[in-house]
């Protein structure tokens, strides 16, 4: 985003600058003409995104999707998940995006290309690239959950980032954030691959 306004501000001051020797130049023609170049930086900036279908695992009714969104080199996302119970549930990126198994757990352990302990995100101590964290469900069942991190990418082909072949893995319970691999967050309730 910061590239894209310093882009902007370089361009309308060359203009204003050129516009100042030609006095015939108006001020809507200038306008016009920094829209231009302001839509053909913002073409440049190539955005990545990705949906996904979570499908209920576990004999739950969890369903629901995720968006992923990756632009300046940072991937957004957001799950939207119904059908569960009220209260805390942890979500995480898994190994593989493999969804067939019935409980989920084809899709191998949490996401953890460095080898990391499990914690939650951003811990001094450590913590996996698909520690993601917990999120409310309120009394009919509908939560979601917002995250935004420069340490994913969407197919960049780069093993300790790229989030393509893996898994989103909904849980029964709340993740502790500290007990061993995966947070003690209970049974696995909606799986998603993570598939261009």
């Known amino acids: 985003m910061k590239t894209k306004y310093i882009a902007t501000a370089m361009i309308a001051m ?21 829209e231009k170049e302001v839509k053909k930086v913002e073409e440049e900036v190539e955005v990545k995104k990705l949906k996904l ?13 995720v968006l992923f969104e990756e632009s300046n080199g940072t991937v957004k996302m957001i799950a939207a998940i119904h059908g569960l119970s009220e209260g805390t549930h942890a979500i995480h990126i898994h190994a593989k995006a493999d969804c067939s198994s019935d409980d989920g757990k084809s ?23 698909g520690d993601i964290g917990n999120f409310e469900a309120d009394a009919n069942g509908n939560g979601q959950k917002t995250f935004s991190t420069d340490e994913w990418c969407i197919g960049c082909g780069d093993e300790k980032k790229d989030i393509i072949g893996k898994a989103i893995i909904v849980h029964q319970g709340t993740d502790d954030l500290t007990s061993q691999p995966s947070g003690a967050a209970g049974k696995r309730i909606s799986c998603g691959g993570i598939i261009m």
Do not use: I, M, R
């Open 14 to 34: 060359a203009l204003f600058a050129s516009c100042k020797n030609d006095t015939k130049t108006t001020e809507k023609e200038v306008v016009k003409e920094v």
């Open 53 to 65: 279908a979570l499908e209920s695992k576990s004999d739950s009714k969890a369903t629901g999707s």
């Open 107 to 129: 899709t191998g352990g949490h996401w953890n290309p460095t080898a990391q302990p499990h914690g939650a995100w951003g811990a001094a101590e450590g913590y996996h690239k």
